[in-house]
Nanobody, 115 residues
Framework: QVQLVEAGGGLVQAGGSLRLSCAASRTAFSTYTMGWYRQAPGKQRELVAEITVGGTTNYADSTKGRFTISRDNAKNTVYLQMNSLKPEDTAVYYC?????????WGQGTQVTVSS
């Protein structure tokens, strides 16, 4: 079992920045692929970015060049730096940890971007 706790959401104006963090409970954190997903009202949850055990990153087309995912295995934490935010980035952002057939989710943090 992995417990994930997100932090860093909030209200920001368009063009602004936010940094999300997700702290994991397990010391085996380094063996999990970590990801950030988001879900806007009335829409399906979608992948924002993920980072593998080896540090390879993958981004949604809508976030490439604006968002950066990183991980600190010593702190069991994954980050999402979000720059040049747009109103369409408004959503609840969820942290995800996966390894094999197992996947765990955080409780989510709200990000609201005003125009």
């Amino acid at each position: 079992q992995v417990q994930l706790v997100e932090a860093g959401g909030g209200l920001v104006q368009a063009g602004g920045s936010l940094r999300l963090s997700c702290a994991a409970s397990r010391t085996a954190f380094s063996t999990y692929t970590m990801g950030w997903y988001r879900q806007a009202p009335g829409k399906q949850r979608e992948l924002v970015a993920e980072i593998t055990v080896g540090g390879t990153t993958n981004y949604a087309d809508s976030t490439k060049g604006r968002f950066t995912i990183s991980r600190d295995n010593a702190k069991n934490t994954v980050y999402l730096q979000m720059n040049s935010l747009k109103p369409e980035d408004t959503a609840v952002y969820y942290c995800n940890a996966k390894r094999g057939s197992f996947a765990y989710w955080g409780q989510g943090t709200q990000v609201t971007v005003s125009s």
